[in-house]
């Protein structure tokens, strides 16, 4: 697009050290909610990742908090600099596997995200499953991509999007693929959310279609993506940690 577009990184302990100079880490990709953009609004997270791996509780891994654009990991052309997939997919992750260690394919490659991060993940998932081996949409709204999907892309009165551009549409297209990789994501929720209902519903729509999945409730938890890391958040990390250990050891 011609702008700079900004993220987070972090870098577990021994990064820089000289014995790890040839050292390679796999990477998660943490897409943030809210519109527009902001790469800042999750980056706190990174202090769960880093006590989970000085308490050897998962093996040092690389933490990118990426922005989203101005419609939140939605290609959106009718906005001006409104291309948030495109970027990401296209730029950001050939930009970090160049710019630092990263083990550059998919088997050491993770998504996850939060609300509109979530949405964002479930989408970019099933679109391009050939570039994640771990993948954790956390309190997703998929009550909106389900009007998104009723109304042929349209979400509200301001905002329109391709018909099929929606995780419900791209579930189904993922799961009448023959070549499709094999995803199993970890779909996490606070139990007092709105967003619960949708959810559960979503996880039955998966049922259906075959595809498997993982669940993670956090009870009594509302919208708050920080209040489930306390309580929850080693369940999250340690998934990645264990997809990761499986595909890099076979």
Do not use: C
Not at 24 to 37: E, F
Not at 203 to 209: A, I, K, N
Not at 212 to 219: E, V
Request: glycine share 10%; net charge neutral; proline share 7%.
């Amino acid at each position: 697009m011609g702008i700079d577009v900004g993220y987070y990184v972090y870098l577990p302990p021994g990064y820089y050290q000289q014995a790890n100079k040839n050292r390679r880490y796999p990477v998660v990709y943490n897409l943030h909610g809210g519109r527009p953009g902001g790469e800042y609004k999750m980056v706190a997270i990174h202090r769960f990742v880093d006590s989970a791996i000085r308490s050897g509780k998962i093996a040092p891994v690389i933490y990118v908090f990426p922005n989203g654009g101005p419609m939140s990991w939605y290609n959106y052309p009718q906005f001006t600099n409104g291309r948030g997939e495109d970027v990401f997919v296209k730029e950001t992750i050939p930009h970090i596997d160049k710019q630092f260690r990263t083990i550059a394919r998919r088997e050491g490659r993770g998504v996850q995200g939060y609300s509109q991060g979530g949405r964002g993940t479930t989408r970019i998932m099933f679109q391009y499953p050939e570039l994640f081996g771990s993948a954790a949409p956390g309190g997703s709204g998929y009550a909106t991509e389900k009007r998104i999907q009723e109304n042929d892309g349209v979400e509200s009165e301001y905002v329109k999007f391709t018909p099929g551009y929606n995780t419900w549409d791209l579930a189904k297209r993922y799961a009448d693929r023959q070549d499709a990789p094999p995803l199993r994501p970890l779909i996490w929720v606070g139990s007092d959310e709105e967003n619960y209902p949708s959810n559960l519903e979503f996880m039955d729509y998966l049922d259906e279609l075959e595809i498997p999945y993982q669940k993670l409730i956090a009870p009594g938890i509302e919208h708050n993506a920080r209040q489930i890391y306390e309580i929850r958040g080693d369940q999250i990390l340690k998934f990645h940690d264990a997809n990761f250990k499986r595909m890099l050891k076979n």
